[in-house]
């Protein structure tokens, strides 16, 4: 049976921002903390558990 993986990308965004250094920015100052640890999240999932949905 094929996996699908259903995401609250509001919570994953949320806790990856609190998570993650405010050190984490463009070279402007503009905070990719979030934007970054989303990702890897994603990533990770993805890697994990393999949906084919």
């Known amino acids: 049976m094929p996996t699908l993986a ?6 994953i965004a949320y806790r990856a921002f609190y998570a993650l250094p405010e050190d984490l920015a463009t070279t402007s100052g503009q905070v990719t903390n979030a934007v970054y640890g989303f990702t ?14």
Request: proline letters at 5%; a negative charge.
């Open 6 to 11: 259903l995401l609250d990308g509001h919570s």
């Open 40 to 53: 890897r999240m994603l990533i990770k999932l993805l890697g994990d558990h393999h949906p084919e949905g």
